[in-house]
C-alpha cells in the first residue's frame, strides 16, 4: 500500500483564511456560475504554486525587519523569552505563520499555517510548531499532484539558518515522488538543536507509530509499534519519553 504523507491532510485542505478580496471580487463579476468557478479555482492554483515553490531555501530566507516582532500579528502560536511564533496575512491574504528573535527583530516566514490555502492537488502548510530560545522546529508537507512531501525542520531565528530537515521517515518500499513517510503527530526539541518526533505510518492496513530522534549521534528510530500513543511525547532536560501499550518509555538525547 502507497503511504502518503499527506493524505490524511489533503482531505480537510480546504480555504479557511481566504485570499478573499481576490474570490469576492471575482463572485461580484456579472458571468456565468461555470466561468467564476474556473477562474477561482485557477486563481486559487496559482498562489499556491508561488507560495510552495523553493521553501527550504536557507540561504535566501525570506524575511523583513519589524521593530517589535509583531508587524500584522493575528495570533501568537508559540512564544518563549528569547522569540515569538504568531500568524499574519501573508502574500496573498492567507494565515501565515513568522518566526521573530527578539534581540535581532527579523521575521522569517515558515509557511502557510495548518492548510489555510490548499485545493485538492495542491497543498502546502507548516503544523507542530516548538518553539525553543530562538530555535523553532515544525513539520513541512507540501502536495503538488503526485509528488508529496513532509518534512522535519529545525530553523534557527537568531539567523534563519536551517540546523535540519530531515524526512518523517523512510518507507519499506520508497516511491521517488514521495519524501517522508506519514505525517508527525507530535515534536519535541532541545535547546541544542536536539530533536524528537512521532510519525503516523499506514502499512499493510495498520496504523503503526515510530518514534524519531536525530541529536549529535544522528538519526534513528526509537521505537515502532501500532501501541503507541501518538500525542505522548514528553522531553525532560534530555530524556524523552513516550507511552507505548499503556506503559511509559524512555530514551536519551545526546
Keep these: 500500500m502507497t503511504n502518503s504523507c499527506a493524505t490524511s491532510k489533503i482531505t480537510r485542505c480546504l480555504p479557511r483564511d481566504a485570499p478573499s478580496g481576490l474570490l469576492q471580487l471575482i463572485d461580484r463579476m456579472r458571468v456565468p456560475f461555470h466561468v467564476r468557478a474556473i477562474v477561482s479555482a485557477c486563481v486559487i492554483a496559482a498562489m499556491l504554486s508561488c507560495i510552495s515553490a523553493s521553501p527550504l531555501d536557507a540561504k535566501t530566507p525570506y524575511l523583513s525587519r519589524s521593530k517589535k516582532c509583531s508587524t500584522n500579528r493575528k495570533k501568537i502560536v508559540a512564544v518563549d523569552r528569547e522569540a515569538v511564533l504568531y500568524t499574519a496575512f501573508g502574500r496573498f491574504g492567507e494565515s501565515t505563520v513568522y518566526g521573530c528573535s527578539f534581540s535581532r527583530k527579523f521575521r522569517f516566514q515558515l509557511g502557510p499555517y495548518n492548510d489555510t490555502l490548499c485545493s485538492p492537488d495542491i497543498c502546502t502548510s507548516v503544523e507542530h510548531e516548538t518553539l525553543t530560545s530562538t530555535l523553532v522546529a515544525y513539520e513541512y508537507f507540501s502536495v503538488r499532484g503526485e509528488e508529496q512531501t513532509c518534512l522535519i525542520i529545525v530553523r534557527n531565528l537568531a539567523n534563519g539558518r536551517i540546523l535540519h530537515s530531515i524526512p518523517t521517515g523512510v518507507a519499506l518500499h520508497p516511491e521517488p515522488l514521495i519524501v517522508g513517510n506519514g505525517p508527525a503527530s507530535s515534536i519535541v526539541l532541545m535547546r541544542d538543536g536536539s530533536i524528537a518526533w512521532i510519525t503516523v505510518v499506514s502499512r ?42 499503556g506503559m511509559p518509555f524512555s530514551a536519551q538525547l545526546t
Design 204 to 245: 499493510d492496513h495498520t496504523t503503526y507509530y515510530e518514534v524519531h530522534a536525530v541529536d549529535r549521534t544522528g538519526s534513528r528510530v526509537l521505537a515502532t509499534s501500532p501501541n503507541i500513543d501518538p500525542h505522548s511525547l514528553a522531553l525532560a532536560g534530555s530524556t524523552l519519553y513516550w507511552i507505548q501499550g
